[in-house]
C-alpha cells in the first residue's frame, strides 16, 4: 500500500470523525502529518535501492490532486451550511400565511379545516374520506377532476351533521380515471403559526393542522388567496366568481341599453 492511499483512508476517517462529532479529531492525521512522512521516506531510502523517481512523481501529483479534494470538501460544506442558513430564514417569513403541503394526517381542533388531493392527469371521479382512528367520519367530493393540485373546506361536520370529535384525523383519497389509472395523494392547507429552527432538515413549521417539515411545502399564499380551493359542496370559487362577474355585467349592460333607447316625439 503507498503512502497516497493511506491518505486517502485518513481522509475518510477525518470526514467520518467530523460529522461524528466525537473528540477523536485530534487522533486523525492529516495531509501535513502524511506529507512530513513521505518526505521522511525519502530521507532515509536505501542507497543501494533507492525510491523509484517515476512512481515518486507520481505519488506526488496524487497528493496535489487529494489536496484539492479536501479543499472541495471542506467548500462543500461550508456551502450547505450556508444554504441550510438560508432556508431556515426564510421559513420565518412564512409565519401567518398559509401553506399546502403533501400529508395524510392532521389536527382538528373544531375549526374548518382546508384539506385537498393532488392528481397526475385526468379523473373521472375523486372522493376524500376523512377518517379518525380507522373509521371515516365524513366523506367529501372532488369537482375538480383536472390535473393539478385542488382544495376544498371540510366544516367539521360528520356525514350525518354532527360536530365531529377533536383529535387526530388522516385523509384517504380514492381516485379513478375513464381510460386509464390515476395516482392521487391528500394535500393540507393551513396556517403556520411557528418555525423551529433546530430542526436539523432545514425548518420545521408549526400549522394550524399540525407540524410539517419545511422542504414538503409546496406552495405559499396570502391567507385565503389560494387559487382553485372548493367549498363543501364542490364548486370551484373560481368559477363562481367568474359567473358573478359576468352576471354584473350584463345587468349593467341592459341598463346602458335602456337609458339610450329613443323616445318618440
Do not use: C
Not at 485530534?26 to 523517481?53: A, H, I, S, W, Y
Not at 462543500?76 to 432556508?87: K, L, P
Not at 393532488?118 to 373521472?124: L, M, N, Q, R, V
Request: aromatic content about 6%; proline content about 3%; charged content about 20%.
Amino acid at each position: 500500500m503507498s503512502y497516497i492511499d493511506v491518505i486517502g483512508q485518513s481522509a475518510a476517517a477525518s470526514t467520518q470523525a467530523k460529522s461524528g462529532g466525537t473528540d477523536k479529531d485530534k487522533d486523525v492525521m492529516g495531509k501535513e502529518d502524511f506529507l512530513t512522512l513521505l518526505v521522511t521516506q525519502l530521507q532515509n531510502q536505501d542507497p543501494l535501492n533507492p525510491d523509484d523517481p517515476t512512481e515518486f512523481t507520481a505519488q506526488l501529483a496524487q497528493f496535489s490532486s487529494l489536496e484539492q479534494l479536501f479543499n472541495l470538501n471542506e467548500s462543500m460544506e461550508n456551502v450547505a451550511s450556508a444554504v441550510s442558513d438560508s432556508q431556515k430564514i426564510s421559513a420565518l417569513t412564512m409565519i401567518g400565511k398559509e401553506v399546502s403541503y403533501a400529508e395524510s394526517d392532521f389536527k382538528f381542533d373544531g375549526s374548518p379545516v382546508q384539506v385537498g388531493y393532488s392528481i397526475d392527469g385526468e379523473a373521472s371521479d375523486i372522493t376524500l374520506l376523512l377518517q379518525k382512528d380507522g373509521a371515516t367520519v365524513t366523506t367529501l367530493k372532488g369537482s375538480q377532476l383536472q390535473q393539478g393540485d385542488h382544495f376544498m373546506t371540510w366544516d367539521g361536520l360528520t356525514a350525518s351533521g354532527a360536530p365531529a370529535p377533536i383529535g387526530d384525523y388522516s385523509i384517504l383519497v380514492e381516485a379513478s380515471a375513464a381510460a386509464e389509472s390515476i395516482a392521487a395523494a391528500p394535500l393540507i392547507r393551513s396556517v403556520v403559526t411557528g418555525v423551529d429552527l433546530n430542526s436539523v432538515s432545514g425548518g420545521l413549521l408549526f400549522t394550524q393542522a399540525g407540524e410539517i417539515d419545511v422542504n414538503k411545502i409546496k406552495g405559499v399564499y396570502e391567507v385565503g388567496t389560494a387559487p382553485g380551493q372548493q367549498d363543501l359542496a364542490g364548486q370551484d370559487t373560481d368559477a363562481a366568481e367568474t359567473e358573478s362577474s359576468s352576471e354584473t355585467t350584463m345587468a349593467a349592460a341592459e341598463e346602458i341599453a335602456e337609458e339610450t333607447v329613443p323616445t318618440e316625439g
